[in-house]
């Protein structure tokens, strides 16, 4: 999420930082390759593509990346190297294909909350690929982290009311759809029986030591055991028992705190007013002043079975509360399994937990409570590039009832204040988290950090060491021993910024071509890195960026170092989300908020001011969207 509707007033410095932050169906754009290949063409075929079955195979080592770069623009419009194809598809609003249920996409945001229920959400996230048939039939299911009212309804926040209020919830949350390749074109299956909305009201479950303990119980929940929804839901994961895991982010956005908040409320940055989604003026929960409790049942990491729609999705409260960016798994030699999660706000941590259990053959089915049971650990990272882990467990390192923790729900619920406690390292906004597949390092974004070494915060030290971090950049571990190690060895795989840039504080160290706050990040099974950036709407202009332009998607060789970049996205979007098919021949990127207003919520009456993608009409709504890209010699993507 790269927005913030509000001024920067907070001065608690563990607080969130921010709320950061196409035609139908049948009216794809299809965008061709290279930068002379930008002008699009309606209605045009994508070229064939060969789709061979099985798995990739590792290319040569010296050919691990084989395209032309592109070059960074400020241009309105997606571009993908020479030989490729984009097409733009997946867009809020596109009915899921629930039976009898399609309702169709209006262009001028007249839909109801009800059909909003029925379609994809906005601004499009963390998502995977979960194959039905190989790489030619699966189920696509994403996160919709995040609404722009303005675009959302036909008059933006105007005349707000309930009906508001339901559409934002049920433009939230994870969508889950069907998705085939019928010869060269990625079409939705309608109706699938797989297709599903989960939004801000789907009834979900509390499982794991805080599920009904005192601060997760509410009139309407008096056990503390089910909650109404996920939202903010930004990165994802999944696991290898084969679901999939979303992550609530920036939850305390929506949330009318106290004028007066409580340490723990300020410590989770809630606010009066939350930051402008006026939720609670309809829906009473989103109240803190009448429901104190309700904020500290979001904040966790969601497990769902994409394969059973009447399944409810269960909140796994083991792995801790933050604002969780996302969770990948790794699985150890001895089959536990071990979740990496980031907190992605300015001086939060890092955290990871091992598994009691290991993971049994069988799915979901055999590993339902897997993620219930095991140990807590957050990062220390010592200067001298050695790291450690400390467990986040009630009774240990100081987390006992004379400090606030009376048991081990307390800590959980309080995972921030505990990591204070343990003396974690505050970093630099962490966010996604990626594994080599090939020699289990694991890598970690840091976006950037703007309040490091300013007045009365953090210092500058070694993991985090610009001051006014305006660029960020990708710290990465080495475990001792498996990846439940106790310890590891650190190192920065690459420091963003421009090179040439006249502020000594933004000269990155990139080998190849520049970019600024890294935020997604995915290996492939091959071993490249691709990199997303979120570089904040605000700052796109400010002389750090004046180079790098719009917000983009690159590719990285772990072994040389090379960045080379990929693609770019649309005026003031964010490029977050990447899965391929498990034959590496169509990719799937997300475009999120095309066009988002660099102030404020975007204005109904005139949505495009910013951007057209991906419709290109001029007063058309601009969409986030999952975009199709393809070689045009069916070859793997990224060769
Ligand atoms: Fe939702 Fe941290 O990006
Ligand atoms: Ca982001
Ligand atoms: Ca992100």
Same mark, same amino acid.
């Given at each position: 999420? $790269?927005?913030?509707? $509000? ?8 607080? +969130? ?79 899921? *294909?629930?039976?009898?249920? /399609? ?34 039939? #699966? ?24 009906? =508001? ?19 060269? $074109? ?46 903010? +839901? ?25 004028? =007066? ?6 410590? %989770? ?9 006026? %939720? ?8 803190? +002043? ?29 792995? #801790? ?35 009691? &259990? ?9 590993? =339902?409570?897997?993620?219930?049971? *095991? ?22 390192? !100081? ?27 505050? /970093? ?7 594994? &080599? ?18 007045? =009365?915060?953090?210092?500058? @030290? ?14 990465? %571990? ?18 963003? #910024? @421009? ?77 977050? !989300? ?40 001029? #007063?058309?709504?601009?969409? $986030? ?10 070859? /793997?993507?990224?060769?």
């Amino acid at each position: 999420m $790269s927005k913030d509707f $509000s001024a920067m007033e907070d001065s608690n410095p563990s607080s +969130n930082p921010s709320i950061h932050e196409v035609s139908s169906p049948t009216r794809r754009r299809v965008l061709q390759g290279g930068l002379g290949g930008v002008v699009t063409s309606l209605l045009a075929p994508l070229s064939s593509v060969a789709v061979l079955s099985g798995c990739a195979t590792v290319g040569s080592p010296d050919k691990l990346i084989g395209f032309k770069s592109v070059p960074a623009t400020r241009i309105d419009d997606l571009i993908v190297p020479e030989g490729y194809t984009a097409t733009a598809a997946f867009m809020w609003g596109e009915p899921v *294909g629930v039976a009898g249920a /399609m309702p169709e996409w209006k262009a001028d945001a007249s839909n109801s909350a009800a059909d909003q229920e029925l379609q994809l959400g906005m601004h499009h996230d963390g998502m995977n690929y979960f194959p039905l048939d190989g790489s030619k039939r #699966g189920l696509l299911v994403m996160n919709h982290e995040y609404t722009d009212d303005g675009l959302l309804h036909k008059d933006g926040m105007q005349a707000w009311s309930a009906e =508001k209020v339901r559409k934002s919830m049920a433009a939230h949350g994870v969508g889950v759809i069907e998705i085939e390749d019928r010869n060269g $074109s990625w079409d939705i299956v309608r109706p699938s029986q797989y297709a599903r909305r989960i939004t801000a009201a789907t009834p979900v479950a509390l499982s794991g030591p805080a599920a009904g303990h005192p601060m997760m119980c509410t009139a309407a929940d008096p056990a503390g055991i089910a909650v109404l929804g996920t939202m903010a +839901n930004c990165a994802h994961g999944h696991t290898p028992w084969g679901t999939y895991l979303t992550c609530e982010e920036n939850w305390a956005s929506y949330f009318n705190g106290r004028a =007066k908040p409580t340490a723990h409320e300020a410590r %989770w940055g809630l606010r009066k007013e939350g930051r402008g989604y006026r %939720w609670h003026e309809h829906e009473e929960r989103f109240d803190l +002043n009448k429901h104190e409790n309700e904020p500290n049942r979001f904040g966790w990491v969601v497990e769902i079975d994409p394969m059973d729609p009447t399944s409810t999705p269960i909140k796994r409260t083991a792995l #801790g509360r933050a604002a969780h960016e996302g969770a990948w798994v790794a699985q150890t030699k001895a089959g536990r399994a071990v979740v990496y999660m980031a907190e992605d706000a300015q001086f939060e941590y890092i955290y990871k937990f091992v598994s009691r &259990d290991r993971v049994k053959p069988g799915g979901f089915a055999a590993n =339902k409570e897997l993620l219930d049971h *095991g140990t807590l650990f957050v990062a220390k990272f010592n200067n001298d590039n050695s790291g450690e882990w400390i467990e986040v467990s009630h009774g240990k390192n !100081g987390l006992t009832a004379e400090n606030g923790f009376a048991n081990q729900g307390d800590v959980l619920i309080k995972s921030r204040q505990a990591g204070d406690i343990l003396g974690a390292t505050k /970093m630099d906004r962490p966010e996604w988290i990626a594994i &080599d597949p090939h020699n289990g390092e694991v890598y970690c974004t840091l976006t950037n950090n703007t309040r490091r070494g300013a007045d =009365k915060q953090p210092a500058a @030290d070694a993991a985090n060491p610009r001051v006014n971090n305006t660029m960020g950049n990708i710290i990465k %571990w080495k475990e001792a021993g498996d990846f439940d190690g106790a310890s590891f060895t650190w190192s920065h795989f690459v420091m963003a #910024g @421009d090179p040439a840039n006249q502020r000594a504080q933004t000269q990155g160290n990139i080998k190849g071509d520049i970019f600024g706050s890294p935020d997604g990040l995915w290996f492939d099974d091959r071993g490249i890195l691709w990199i997303q950036t979120d570089a904040h709407s605000t700052n796109m202009h400010k002389d750090d960026y004046a180079g790098i332009g719009n917000n983009m998607m690159l590719a990285a060789d772990p072994r040389t170092g090379e960045v080379r970049r990929f693609l770019v996205g649309p005026v003031n979007c964010e490029v977050t !989300g990447v899965v391929c098919t498990p034959d590496m021949r169509t990719m799937f990127v997300n475009i999120q908020h095309p066009g988002e207003s660099p102030t404020d919520r975007s204005d109904p009456a005139d949505p495009s001011k910013y951007s057209t993608w991906p419709s290109g009409q001029k #007063g058309a709504r601009p969409r $986030s969207a999952t975009v199709v890209i393809r070689k045009k010699d069916g070859g /793997m993507i990224g060769t």
